[in-house]
């Protein structure tokens, strides 16, 4: 059975640093891209990063490169998204989420990384970010 823990969640001041983890287990992370999604209060669901399967290449959306990095240990089934810099903007609970294979989706005529394309979720870690 597949199943996603993250932790590592809690209060961080503004320009502070945070790892949060997320444990996987019943699948594989050589077969399975796992990506990270913030949803911000009352906002939806929005794409943060991802390390695909085949190659651990890694994804980040625009807002948090150069100040997030995400990693992976094959060996511990774990999957870490390590967050520096953090802004306001970065309050929330931090959902991780698998798919197969890569992080991207071929989907008319375009790449996704997208929420809609990652089939298992866990049940979230609380980032705030505050002084």
């Known amino acids: 059975q597949l199943q996603l823990v993250e932790s590592g969640g809690g209060l961080v001041h503004p320009g502070g640093s945070l790892t949060v983890s997320c444990k996987v287990s019943?699948?594989?992370?050589?077969?399975?891209?796992i990506g990270w999604f913030l949803q911000a209060p009352g906002k939806g669901r929005e794409a943060v990063s991802c390390?695909?399967?085949?190659?651990?290449?890694?994804f980040h959306v625009d807002s948090v490169k150069g100040r997030f990095t995400i990693s992976r240990d094959t060996a511990k089934n774990t999957v870490y998204l390590q967050m520096n810099g953090v802004k306001s903007d970065d309050t929330g609970v931090y959902y991780c989420?698998?798919?197969?294979?890569?992080?991207?989706?071929?989907?008319?005529?375009?790449?996704?990384?997208?929420?809609?394309?990652?089939?298992?979720w866990g049940q979230g870690t609380q980032v705030t970010v505050s002084s």
């Open positions: 989420a698998a798919k197969k294979a890569e992080c991207l989706t071929y989907y008319r005529g375009d790449y996704y990384f997208n929420r809609s394309f990652f089939n298992s």
């Open positions: 390390i695909s399967a085949t190659d651990g290449k890694t």
């Open positions: 019943g699948l594989s992370l050589n077969d399975y891209a």
